[in-house]
C-alpha cells in the first residue's frame, strides 16, 4: 500500500505540487491571505479530484502478478460471485449513511465491557498544599519566576 501512495504522489499531484512552489517562486501565490487558499481550492480542486479520479479508475483496472494477473476490480467481483454462488453474500448492502454515522453506532449496549486498561496502573498519593510559604519550601515545591 505504501508504494501505491508513492505512485499517487509522483504520478497525480506532483505536477500540482510544481505548479503551486512555481507559482509561489513568481510571488503569484501567497498562502498566508485565506482568500489565496480559497482561491486555489476552487481552481485547483476539480483538476485534482479527476486525476485521482483517472488513477484509481487505472489503480482497479491494473493487473496484479500474485493474483494471477488479475485487476483489483476482478478480484473484488469474483470474491463477490464466490460468496453468492456458496449461498454466503446477502446482497444486503449494509446499513445506510445516516445510520452508520451515528457517533454511537457500532456500540452494544448490553454486551461485555472490555477490561479496564487503567486496573494496573499505579496510583498516585493524594495532593495536598502546603500550609504555607514554610511549609512549601520545604517541600521543595518553590517554583520562582523565569526572567524574560
Known amino acids: ?21 512555481h507559482l509561489e517562486e513568481l510571488d503569484l501565490l501567497d498562502m498566508e491571505p485565506p482568500i489565496d487558499g480559497a482561491c486555489l481550492f476552487i481552481v485547483f480542486q476539480p483538476r485534482i479530484q479527476n486525476s ?3 488513477t484509481l479508475a487505472s489503480w482497479n483496472l491494473h493487473k496484479i502478478r500474485t493474483a494471477k494477473y488479475k485487476s483489483p476490480q476482478a478480484i473484488y467481483e469474483l470474491s463477490r460471485a464466490k460468496a453468492i454462488n456458496r449461498g454466503y453474500w446477502t446482497g444486503d448492502p449494509g446499513d445506510d449513511f445516516a445510520t452508520a454515522s451515528h457517533p454511537s453506532y457500532g456500540e452494544d449496549v448490553s454486551g461485555p465491557l472490555p477490561p479496564s486498561e487503567l486496573v494496573d496502573d499505579p496510583e498516585a498519593p493524594d495532593y495536598q498544599e502546603p500550609a504555607d510559604a514554610a511549609a512549601e519550601r520545604d517541600a521543595s515545591t518553590t517554583m520562582t519566576k523565569l526572567k524574560r
Open 1 to 21: 500500500m505504501e508504494r501505491a501512495w508513492q505512485d499517487v504522489r509522483k504520478d497525480t499531484l506532483e505536477v500540482y505540487r510544481e505548479i503551486f512552489l
Open 52 to 54: 485521482l479520479n483517472e
